[in-house]
């Protein structure tokens, strides 16, 4: 018994002693002594040992430019093996959180056999102990007998690509991605993009637009997806660019998630404000994948990006206000210490059109806004922009969709009464929908309908009086300048009878 004490007392001695003097090797040898010891020592471990080691990092790239596609492969394929057989499993809810997803978690490893060779996968977690690079890289590592190194870096690992790649594919989840902001630092160690399952049920049946401009848009996109030969022929980059315009409610975003659902894409929804710089703003995209939308909403009004090149034109009252208004905005952000972000509008152009643009393939860039006067020409020229959508109020073709999604009919009494309305009156197809939609179980279709035809007739008598009033500012300042521009008039004639009279008192002097 005391023997045993002994033992014990002396291997917890020894174990906090080497804890002790590992974390004061760690904090005090300079990390350039440090890896030159570690390389050190693996090479003499790797005289006397018969162990080869892989190692497949989470990024292609030292500085963790661009996702590497064999570390998911890899993860797919031992997604089975770690449920059968590791000992910490990390846990992941899938689809609607009706189930769980089971894979290997941080430092543990997994045993697998092929062909009778047995093989362990491990997945570490690499820390930077520089306190400015706070950052994660996860990595696997295969470890094997150096007997069979032929066999593995051959046939098996074409084999658990092979694999991998087939179970991503059939459990392939269709994801839609926010953008981390790198300010927020518990969100950013995560990863570059946080995601959640992509559910929207918008289809380009229930989209509420003109049936052949629908076709339209489907036929560009499907001769998008197989055109992957040709855009290589003509020395294009596998991207397509759409911009969808219009006003407020007239189903742009609905517009994108149909699109998504159609070509069955990822979407990456790109908030531009939360960019640091335009440095960041292409590892971003760089991190995106292919048969994905991009998407950057509203982007008139994300950054400042419109006004970097602005042209001459003449300012009124109004544009003055907004400027103004503009200038106190930024001035309150500065004054709460928010951090401006820096992308300009050379590095988006950049981002999505220029070299980096190519490095992967089969992606569609959608820009939305609701005032296409705004934008800068060199963001939405054909080759950045391909495709420009107008998303326009609801008339009537648009209206029959949504009185068939809505109320399951294709013909009514009113339907002549609504089309002269909606022809007349600017309403948006999703005030169109709120109007159809029934608001308790008494509402039938006539009802909805009744309600529709008045608040049409309220919408055309409300633009009238503000077309009114428009007219009425119009001409008021049309006043107002003519009145400027005579007492300007006024002034510069007084002036020159002043110089006039001048210069005839120096006459009669000389």
């Not at 014990?8 to 174990?15: E, K, P, Q």
């Not at 543990?108 to 950052?135: H, I």
């Not at 219009?246 to 742009?252: E, N, S």
């Not at 503000?466 to 002034?491: N, P, Q, S, V």
Request: with cysteine; net charge neutral.
């Amino acid at each position: 018994m005391f023997e045993a004490g002994a033992l014990f007392s002396f291997t917890g001695t020894t174990m906090a002693s080497l804890m002790f003097f590992w974390s004061m090797y760690r904090q005090f040898v300079p990390y350039q002594i440090r890896d030159y010891l570690e390389k050190c020592f693996y090479k003499m471990f790797g005289l006397v040992s018969t162990s080869v080691h892989i190692k497949f990092t989470e990024y292609t790239e030292d500085k963790g430019l661009k996702k590497s596609q064999a570390y998911d492969l890899i993860r797919n394929y031992l997604s089975s093996k770690s449920t059968a057989r590791a000992q910490r499993l990390k846990a992941n809810e899938s689809k609607n959180s009706k189930s769980l997803v089971l894979s290997l978690d941080d430092h543990e490893a997994v045993e697998d056999v092929f062909q009778g060779v047995k093989v362990v996968w491990s997945l570490s977690v690499w820390k930077s102990d520089n306190q400015a690079d706070s950052s994660e890289r996860r990595y696997l590592t295969l470890s094997f007998h150096n007997r069979y190194r032929e066999m593995i870096t051959t046939t098996y690992l074409d084999h658990v690509l092979r694999e991998g790649k087939e179970i991503g594919l059939k459990n392939r989840e269709r994801k839609l991605y926010t953008n981390n902001s790198s300010q927020d630092y518990s969100a950013w160690r995560e990863g570059r993009w946080s995601n959640v399952p992509f559910d929207h049920p918008a289809t380009f049946e229930t989209l509420a637009m003109d049936l052949e401009k629908k076709e339209g848009i489907k036929k560009d996109l499907i001769k998008f997806t197989k055109g992957k030969d040709y855009y290589r022929k003509v020395g294009k980059p596998w991207k397509r660019g759409y911009l969808l315009f219009g006003p407020p409610g007239t189903g742009k975003s609905t517009m994108i998630s149909a699109m998504a659902n159609f070509l069955e894409y990822d979407v990456y929804d790109l908030e531009l404000t939360t960019v640091k710089d335009n440095s960041e703003l292409k590892k971003l995209m760089l991190d995106t994948k292919g048969k994905s939308i991009v998407v950057i909403e509203d982007i008139d009004c994300s950054l400042d990006l419109t006004g970097q090149r602005k042209k001459k034109k003449e300012e009124d009252e109004d544009e003055e206000d907004e400027q103004k208004k503009k200038e106190a905005e930024k001035l309150l952000k500065r004054e709460r210490g928010e951090r401006e972000s820096k992308v300009t509008l050379s590095g988006l152009l950049n981002a999505i059109d220029g070299l980096w643009s190519a490095c992967s393939g089969e992606k569609i860039i959608v820009f939305t806004t609701n005032y296409l006067d705004k934008l800068d020409p060199a963001l939405i020229r054909r080759g950045r922009m391909d495709n420009h959508i107008e998303m326009s109020y609801c008339r009537f073709e648009a209206f029959k969709v949504l009185a068939k999604n809505y109320l399951e009919i294709e013909s009514h009494d009113l339907y002549g009464e609504i089309k002269r309305l909606v022809e007349e009156t600017d309403m948006s197809p999703a005030d169109v929908a709120e109007n159809l939609m029934p608001k308790s179980d008494e509402d039938d279709a006539d009802i909805c309908l009744k309600r529709l035809v008045m608040s049409l007739e309220e919408e055309k008598e409300k633009a009238r009086k503000l077309a009114e009033e428009e007219e009425k500012k119009k001409a008021e300042r049309d006043a107002r300048r003519k009145k400027k521009k005579a007492e300007e008039e006024h002034k510069k004639k007084k002036e020159t009878e002043e110089n006039g009279d001048v210069s005839r008192d120096n006459g009669n002097h000389i």
